[in-house]
């Protein structure tokens, strides 16, 4: 069995729409690389560092991600070779075990396509764009349609607690 413990940096195209891997941060590999019958088992972690934004409200996003990495590499001729799909299975090819496309499957494949910058970020206001949760809880805009302002004059507010609203006291005829 083999250790691989080694920082490299990340391409520039480890990325879904809003989020990435900044090209060239640091990205930390801890392996195991283990001969089974068929091939080498490559298992362990990464640590990769991600930036984006928030799907919700678009703050800025600063995260690391801790990844699990299990991927058996087939031998030339084995048997898992010869029964998978050419795209199925990684291969060795020679002594060489290249592990930058596994390394780039597992971190787009665990990229979220919404990310969030807390779990309960409410987004942004629809009105004026601030974040809600930066807002007081009551934040709301009473933005009255130029076309019923007249009306809302004329009926004034039924805000009022004595009285039926629109209730007429026009003296009667008698
Ligand atoms: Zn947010
Ligand atoms: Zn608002």
Known sequence: MQELDRTVPAPGDWRVELIGVP??????????????????????????????????????????????????????????????????????????????PLARDTVVLNLPLAPVCTEDCEGLCVDCGERLNDLPADHSHEIVDPRWAGLAAKFGTPASSSGTPGESTTPEEN
Not at 28 to 34: A, G, K, S
Not at 53 to 67: F, G, N, Q, V
């Open 23 to 100: 090209e060239k941060a640091d990205v930390h590999l801890q392996l195991r690389l283990e001969s089974v019958m068929e091939g080498v088992l490559v298992t362990g972690e990464m640590d990769v560092p991600v930036v984006g934004s928030c799907a919700r409200c678009l703050d800025p996003i600063e995260d690391t991600l801790r990844l699990a990495v299990q991927e058996l590499y087939a031998y030339a001729g084995s048997t898992t070779e010869a029964t998978s799909e050419e795209d199925e299975v990684r291969r060795i090819e020679g002594d060489f075990l290249d592990l930058e």
